[in-house]
């Protein structure tokens, strides 16, 4: 049997994972990265259950001790900054809206504890992700959407290596969420009840702006501008552009008696153009830092599905490479909102075959 590290957040799902990899055998140890430190009056007004802070060390050190295995807590706060926080400040300041936990999927939750798995002696680390690793007939390492279809979260692994692929197990991907939490109650877990975490860790009440203020301080926040529409009409004033998404309609302040959406963001006007609801669809985006995983190369005469957030269900679409390193994506039927800085993900049925970030 092999010696597993298993990132455990605190919750149900990985302190289950813990439990699967034991009951097989395997020698298996539990870390916990500390990787924000929790603002305790923030988490409590928002009733943030968090992954990364001091109460997941609290819950998965007692998870450990009743699977009698070993716990370990690695201190990575400036990894994170500098991976995670200072990305996702940057690509507000672009106009952008980033996904965070993509990023510290690859460079925290895989890279940093792959590293510590090797000073370990580890064979593996293992994480309790909705989503199943297999080996494709090409060679190629691949995640395939879990048995858990509400719960899948193959879109925010898209960007995982080969290497980090062939060295993660993923055992909770083969069951649901109703059977994760029955094991977790059968073997008495304290953890069976604990509600998920739906929020960014770092920004436990979901207020982006008021973040991004304390971080990046007045003078480097966006100041007001105009709100134009797409044939390039003055119509209101923004209160900066960090506030604003693509295809957002509330909290827009402007009335002109009809329902107007975001349609784009130029940072360097500062400017937020709005439009009808018809003018936020496409039928084509770009993407850039392109991973492949469960392909080489993207056939440019196939048809996959491709998906542009987490919640998408999905558009089938053909994929061409363009310069050269990105990708267009071509859809069959136009898609909403299509949003700088998230990712696009491209799966070959199960699979995915690879993504990149829209640009």
């Known amino acids: 049997m092999a010696k597993v590290i298993v990132g455990m957040s605190g919750g149900v799902d990985s302190s289950v994972c813990a439990y699967l990899l034991k009951e097989k055998g395997h020698d298996v140890v539990g870390v916990t990265m500390r990787l924000w430190e929790d603002d305790g009056e923030v988490c409590t007004r928002a009733g943030h259950v968090g992954c990364c802070g001091a109460s997941a060390v609290e819950d998965a050190m007692r998870v450990c001790a009743m699977l009698s295995i070993p716990f370990h807590v ?7 900054r500098r991976k995670v926080v200072d990305y996702f400040c940057d690509a507000y300041l672009h106009g952008q ?17 792959l590293d510590k798995a090797k000073e370990l002696g580890a064979d593996y680390i293992a994480t309790g992700h909705y989503a199943r690793i297999e080996r494709l007939s090409n060679g190629r390492f691949a995640v395939r959407n879990s048995k858990a279809a509400a719960k899948d979260q193959t879109y925010v692994l898209y960007n995982l290596t080969q290497e980090q692929l062939a060295r993660t197990l993923m055992p909770v991907g083969d069951y649901d969420k109703e059977e994760v939490r ?20 770092f920004v436990p009440d979901g207020d982006y702006g008021a973040f991004l203020k304390r971080e990046l301080g007045r003078e480097r926040l966006p100041k007001q501008g105009n709100f134009v529409t797409t044939d390039g009409r003055v119509v209101g004033e923004h209160k900066g552009i960090v506030h604003y998404t693509i295809g957002q309609r509330k909290g827009l302040g402007i009335a002109l008696g009809e329902p ?9 006007k500062n400017e937020v153009v709005v439009g009808k609801n018809e003018e936020c ?4 985006l770009t993407a850039k830092e392109v991973n492949h995983m469960g392909v080489e190369r993207f056939d440019e005469n196939a048809v996959y599905t491709a998906k542009i957030r ?14 050269d390193t990105g990708i267009e994506v071509q859809f069959e039927k136009p898609v909403r909102a299509v949003t700088p800085g998230q990712a696009v993900v491209v799966y070959e049925g199960d699979f995915v075959a690879g993504g990149g970030v829209i640009c």
């Open 74 to 80: 690695f201190q990575l706060q400036d990894v994170f």
């Open 260 to 268: 107007v959406f975001v349609n784009r963001i130029d940072a360097e």
């Open 310 to 323: 987490y919640s998408d269900p999905g558009t089938k679409c053909r994929v061409r490479y363009v310069q």
């Open 182 to 201: 029955g094991m977790a109650r059968r073997i008495g877990l304290l953890v069976a009840d604990k509600r998920d975490s739906q929020d960014i860790c």
């Open 97 to 113: 809206t980033p996904n965070p936990c993509i990023a510290c999927n690859r460079y925290l939750k895989w890279g940093a504890m």
């Open 281 to 284: 669809f496409t039928s084509s």
